[in-house]
């Protein structure tokens, strides 16, 4: 088996709006902190072949996502189902559009970007050479916490609090304590891997404006200057209700956490390196399809309704455009502006009584016993355990965003109707799901099983 990695920048020019940390904040780029990139890893095994890229961005919409694969297989001559779009999930890069009030899209950033990550593909393309695997999954505890189920949510206790050396999450099975490792060697040096760890790189707040890849990106930049030469891509596993023990913070406190949780990841992948043993590694195969959900049954009428009493709220005396107003932390003037764009985006895409569904990417690449499941959605960490019962596979890894936006909720969040229920698909300009939290593992399981053949 023949591998390459390699590496491409993405950083965006100062002033680009940053995506995430809420409606319509405005989060103009100020400081590079930490350059952007876009990774990649090429394999081969005799005709079969497949290209992995992952860029430290917020996510890649279905439609840039698409370009980014035809960029891809143009550059490299593989076909654009034969590449695996990732995305690091950084609320610290710029925004890339497809989530309404998240962050204005630069249109040349855009442009550019599918040729600048083609970049990385076309040189670990040309970097391919005979390697071996090892292969490793170790404890990387201390990291995450359950936004949803877990005491205090994320952001409450004291920094000193989350960022102490033995603090751990009041429920730590509400998370995957487990950092998982794919390594390539020639001979005794280290030429790239992969590292997958089910966490939102969401270090940053509506007060920070400087670009970064957060701690899961500034901890391949620290693997990669401790072993010259090497490619450290992340994959987020099943994180749609996963953050680190620390969010929504002032700068200061933003950056004491990066330096703090950098090093503890970072020290986790090493320890992962570390323990590492040879894998024997027979088949690559990369399968992809479009899959649609279903949604909860909107009419035209409905959603005319709601619009109404929404655009009332932005008519009477003494409005504002201040988007904190209102009653916190759902019902506020920016997230009901939010709700308001999206039902309107919806209403426009109806056919007839037929309301609209776009269709999500799945997408598996099994390179020996190790198979990446991945969806274009960020999947619930309750979701990975059927998926992993199911797999047939010796190593199987989620993959949370593989070429797409939005959220893939447990049955608990959906029956809330609260912010990734309700409100995510409004961000989306979509209806929400009816039953992902069952139908993702059943596609996922079915992606798994193709990957066997």
């Keep these: 088996m023949k591998a390459g990695f390699a590496a491409a920048d993405i950083t965006p020019r100062l002033g680009l709006q940053l995506a995430g940390y809420g409606p319509y904040r405005n989060r103009a780029a100020n400081k590079i902190f930490a350059p952007l990139c876009a990774r990649a890893l090429a394999v081969t095994e005799g005709k079969r072949r497949a290209i992995l890229v992952n860029v430290e961005l917020c996510g890649t919409p279905r439609p840039l996502a698409i370009k980014i694969r035809d960029a891809v297989a143009a550059r490299t001559g593989c076909r654009p189902a034969e590449v695996f779009v990732t995305s690091t999930h950084t609320h610290s890069g710029p925004s890339t559009g497809g989530m309404l009030g998240w962050g204005e899209a630069d249109a040349i950033y855009c442009e550019t970007l599918p040729a600048r990550i083609a970049d990385a593909a076309a040189k670990a393309w040309a970097a391919r050479k005979t390697i071996a695997w090892r292969y490793a999954e170790v404890p ?7 936004r949803e189920t877990d005491r205090g949510g994320w952001m409450f206790d004291p920094i000193g609090v989350r960022l102490a050396p033995k603090w751990r999450p009041a429920r730590p099975q509400d998370t995957d304590p487990t950092l998982r490792v794919l390594a390539a060697y020639t001979g005794k040096k280290l030429v790239g891997l992969l590292h997958h760890f089910g966490c939102h790189a969401v270090l940053g707040s509506e007060q920070t404006f400087d670009v970064h890849g957060d701690f899961v990106g500034l901890a391949s930049v620290q693997i990669e200057r401790a072993f010259p030469g090497a490619t450290a891509i992340f994959l987020p ?12 913070r002032g700068e200061k ?10 090093a503890k990841y970072a020290a986790a992948i090493k320890r992962g390196l570390k323990a590492a043993r040879p894998m024997a590694a027979n088949g690559v195969r990369i399968v992809q399809h479009d899959v649609t959900f279903s949604r909860k049954p909107w009419t035209r009428a409905g959603i005319r309704q709601r619009i109404t009493q929404l655009e009332k709220i932005f008519s009477g005396p003494g409005v504002t455009d201040i988007t904190t107003v ?3 932390p759902l019902q506020t003037n920016g997230l009901n502006m939010v709700r308001l764009e ?5 209403l426009s895409k109806f056919q007839g009584n037929r309301g609209p569904n776009p269709p999500v990417t799945v997408h598996g690449l099994r390179i020996g016993p190790v198979a990446l499941l991945g969806v274009g959605l960020e999947v619930f960490h309750s979701l990975q355990a059927p998926v992993m019962q199911g797999s047939g596979h010796p190593h199987t890894w989620v993959v949370s965003l593989a070429g797409g936006i939005g959220y893939a909720p447990d049955a608990r969040a959906c029956a809330k109707q609260g912010y990734t229920d309700d409100l995510v698909p409004a961000i989306l300009g979509e209806r929400p799901y009816a039953k992902i939290y069952a139908e993702v593992p059943r596609e996922l399981v079915k992606l798994a099983r193709e990957l066997a053949g």
Excluded: S
């Design 140 to 146: 990387c505890e201390g990291i995450a916490i359950n």
């Design 237 to 248: 596993g099943a994180m749609g209700d996963i953050n680190p023990p620390v969010c929504h």
């Design 253 to 262: 406190e933003t950056h004491r956490a990066l330096r703090v949780l950098t």
């Design 326 to 328: 209102g009653e916190k």
């Design 342 to 346: 999206g039902l309107r985006l919806v």
